[in-house]
């Protein structure tokens, strides 16, 4: 189980966990726990290290921040132990979580399981802060943050957990965003594949690193709410959305416990920013000029695409880059003019990526066009078009976004049929 | 160094503290730093615990407190580093510091200084959280509240320091309180005996148990203010107080650097309570009733007096605790009333102990009845008296304390010869 921030935002809310955690036990279940920082104490560990020294060394940075975790860590287990349940904390560098690479951004290597199942196995609950490791050199390292996610699979793998519950402020995954469309429905289940495009273009419930980790050893994740549990209703009644493998997902539908979509869900992100670069030379290796100097200064380039120009020898590059990076991309790209050759840079931050996902689409064509077709009926114009295997993704104009995901939404019979509401109007 | 909780109050305090750090450095020192948590972080993190366990488990509560030093530490490193200056934390489990004993009141068994010392030679400045140890099972211990001087003197003894520097809210140890006699004088030194006596009655500048192993493995002591220091006037230019051996206090005299006194300081302490229990049968064995449960419920037990009672074979016994444990103590004497024989017990919070320290009493007499009679005159009743090698205290009415300090101040002949004032009036 693991439980995020805003759950553990101070004694009473981690008395609620501490219930929920304690009634799994109460089922006969053995039970580690992974917990995040109290809501805001990590942006305030971080502000100290600012303040205190703006090129921080990554590895006291490290050193500071994971106190956060290891507070709360401590503050379940005694809560656990006041409810009569035998717990205790495992930090990071008791187990420990072995991390390999940079300090702040660290990645877990392999967790020394042994000691955890030994302690369970006696009906102990271990609880385990996340977001920690320990370096080969013996320092407190960090994953990143949202790192707390990635540590709750990587302990579920290193123990064979049945399943990794992750308790978070929503109740699980939604086929859209429910603050768009009223008419979005929980998900019973997706496949890592589509929570990995989903997470990617926006629907933030994971972080991506975890749902890959989960992929690669085969962790069954259950992403539910920690605010829907009491006594009366408890957690278990409100289960939340499944992540699994497309095999598990086949036999869910087999069994008739999940219905088979051709669309999964629909995400939106406005976090990217468009460039584009008039008139570059039409010659082998000028877009190498371009996008090799963005590569190495780890700005993730998104949609490219390449229109022809107005005179012969000349074409229109149009790519998309994280909004954050817009500036810096800007200037990198100026100081090489002369080398790419083009004649003017225009940017447009006012975008939208409006993606449909679904594992459904590697058996069925047709997919792409109903959403050309439906997003032209409402007038909204098509900027840039990416497609994988299971998502096509679309570049429009920002205002248009919460349109664009409702007419998608019911043009792919996503809406919910008892709710009554007017989004796709 | 090491540095208290006011002195590492916030990012701006710990510039100030990492610049003092750094002139010792640039002084061509090597250099450790112990820090306490920023002032009033422990009691926040002491006050989740009670919050989430009133009966809390020690092991826990050491996991949940140590994350205050574990913060500052990096932080220091880090400004340390901001202003150019190799430092790198050594959190208590890294070094490590192997304690012995209860979780939460642990005692360091011994430090690994050897990575330290190799650190420090490169010119890297240790940081070290205080407070924190790491236990035989391989768990975060602390050693009670106050633990950090005791870090600070054990690490010193491991590294084999030169100096120990102990910086705090006050320039010093004073011949007596300030804020009673403005005529009270900064010492330049006392032995590790007197600032024992001194520290345990009441004049708290540094944690009684810091003293002790300052005396024990030789580590010679000072006592600074972090308050005085700036780039103008470095706190080198305020010396503070040196806790030395007694032979290197002979040296000191010798050289006439520090003035033979008969007595060091006055001490006053208006914590204690008295308790006195009339008509015990005075037969072997009642005293051990009296004062057995109380050992062992770890009630510190300080003055005894035994009158003669009104009848034959009885006796009225008189003795001080701590007031916190009055309560506690009345209720277990009340308990064992028929055992021990007494008629009533009445108490007294109203008073305080006086103590005159100073080892120039060992080889002159007639200190015990300089105080007698300079009480006497002012009309001051003593109600009790103890003495040891090198203290003489009394208990008297708590109204007095000031008088009593101040008559005494002048009668050791104590007071700064360059102040005007009325102290002792």
Chains 1, 2 share one sequence.
Not at 157 to 181: F, N, S
Not at 246 to 271: F, P, S, Y
């Amino acid at each position: 189980m693991k439980f995020g921030g805003t759950s553990m935002a101070g004694t009473e809310r981690i008395r609620r966990v501490a219930n929920i955690v304690r009634r799994q036990a109460a089922g006969g279940n053995q039970v580690a726990v992974v917990v995040s920082a109290m809501a805001g104490e990590t942006d305030r560990l971080v502000n100290f290290c600012r303040e205190a020294n703006a090129l921080y060394d990554p590895a006291e940075y490290d050193v500071v921040v994971a106190s956060g975790e290891q507070v709360t860590s401590g503050l379940l287990a005694l809560t656990l132990q006041s409810l009569g349940q035998p717990a205790r904390s495992w930090l990071g560098w008791q187990l420990p979580i072995h991390t390999v690479e940079n300090h702040a951004k660290a990645l877990i290597d392999r967790i020394e399981g042994s000691g955890l199942v030994a302690a369970m196995e006696t009906g102990q609950i271990a609880v385990i802060p996340g977001f920690q490791g320990l370096s080969e050199e013996g320092r407190v390292t960090t994953l990143g943050r949202g790192g707390s996610d990635t540590s709750a699979v990587a302990v579920a793998a290193a123990i064979g957990a049945d399943r990794c519950d992750i308790y978070t402020d929503v109740d699980g995954v939604y086929t859209t965003d429910p603050r768009i469309v009223a008419k979005a429905r929980k998900l019973k289940a997706v496949t890592y594949e589509e929570m990995l495009e989903l997470a990617s273009v926006g629907a933030k419930v994971l972080q991506t690193r975890s749902v890959g980790l989960a992929m690669r050893a085969g962790v069954r994740v259950q992403v539910l709410s920690s605010f829907v549990d009491d006594d009366a209703t408890p957690a278990d009644d409100h289960p939340g959305t499944m992540i699994v493998s497309e095999d598990e997902m086949n036999e869910l539908v087999e069994k008739g416990e999940v219905e088979r979509q051709l669309v999964t869900g629909i995400a939106h992100d406005k976090n990217e920013a468009k460039i584009i670069l008039t008139r570059v030379p039409d010659r082998p290796g000028s877009v190498a000029h371009i996008f090799d100097p963005l590569a190495k200064a780890a700005i993730n380039v998104d949609m490219i695409i390449q229109n022809v120009g107005r005179d012969k020898g000349e074409t229109d590059v149009t790519f998309t880059v994280p909004q954050a990076d817009l500036a810096r991309a800007q200037a990198m790209l100026n100081d090489r003019r002369e080398e790419i050759g083009f004649n003017r840079i225009i940017t447009d931050s006012k975008i939208a990526k409006i993606s449909v996902v679904g594992v459904g689409m590697k058996s069925h064509a047709g997919v792409a066009s109903t959403m050309f077709s439906a997003l032209a009926e409402r007038g909204i114009n098509i900027q840039a078009i990416t497609t994988s295997e299971i998502k096509v993704s679309v570049l429009i104009d920002e205002d248009e976004t919460e349109l664009a995901v409702r007419v998608l939404h019911t043009a792919y019979g996503l809406d919910a049929p008892d709710t009554v509401g007017d989004e796709a109007a």
